[in-house]
């Protein structure tokens, strides 16, 4: 699944020139529409945590959290990766820490770490601690516990190892314009969904790089419209 570049160019061309609001150069919307694009990547990974905090045992086919966690996979490089030493996590975690026993794998619930102090002074409590836990410690830090001891071995993570790459609108002058290149262009490679939000979102940086509150108001009118239609 990809969203064709040129589709969204033309859209964004034909709304900014209406009513002669203005004209942006191939250079401005190649660096807007990456800029779009990194903001919306950022708001699943933003929409993931917090789908996830409401219904955290919920993943059935069809729900909010796997519709993300496709639109993350499709973009970038999404990949179950070692936590170092059971401790460190690595750049681009973005949600659910694993513990591989006896080769199966499962998701590790996030308490605060009183409640594992309280676990360890109490030898009731102690025989009650059956399944391993973690708490966040300090930054990109886990500690890992059940209801024996601190666990550092065979921790995973879910990361994203690559975010979603340039997307370049490729061009050649003709009689000194811009002409469409396929042959030298990358498209978005987030979800056909996307598609009416890159649109709003690359008019609303055009709409401040140019000066045009027109503009921008008009973009600003368009998104809300969007999230009620989304709300419904």
């Not at 969203?3 to 807007?32: C, H, M, S, W």
């Not at 993931?48 to 973009?75: C, W, Y």
């Amino acid at each position: 699944m990809a969203i064709n570049i040129d589709t969204v160019y033309q859209t964004v061309q034909a709304l900014a020139n209406k009513e002669q609001r203005g004209y942006i150069t191939p250079q401005e919307f190649n660096l807007f529409a990456n800029h779009a694009q990194n903001d919306i990547f950022d708001q699943y990974l933003y929409d993931l945590e917090a789908f996830r905090l409401q219904k955290p045992e919920k993943n059935e086919l069809g729900d909010s959290v796997t519709h993300i966690m496709e639109k993350i996979r499709a973009a970038s490089s999404y990949i179950i990766a070692t936590v170092a030493g059971g401790t460190d996590l690595p750049s681009g975690h973005v949600g659910k820490i694993f513990l591989n026993q006896g080769g199966a794998r499962r998701t590790l619930k996030e308490v605060d770490p009183d409640l594992v102090t309280d676990f360890y002074a109490s030898r009731w409590h102690q025989e009650g601690f059956t399944d391993a836990v973690f708490f966040k410690d300090g930054d990109k830090k886990i500690q890992v516990w059940d209801g024996s001891a601190q666990i550092i071995t065979n921790v995973t993570c879910e990361q994203i190892s690559s975010r979603p790459p340039l997307v370049y609108w490729g061009y050649v002058i003709v009689n000194e314009k811009p002409v469409y290149d396929s042959t030298n262009t990358a498209n978005f490679l987030l979800h056909p969904s996307e598609q009416a939000d890159l649109v709003v979102k690359i008019l609303k940086l055009a709409g401040i790089s140019i000066e045009d509150p027109q503009l921008y108001q008009a973009a600003q009118a368009e998104d809300s419209l969007s999230i009620q239609q989304e709300n419904k």
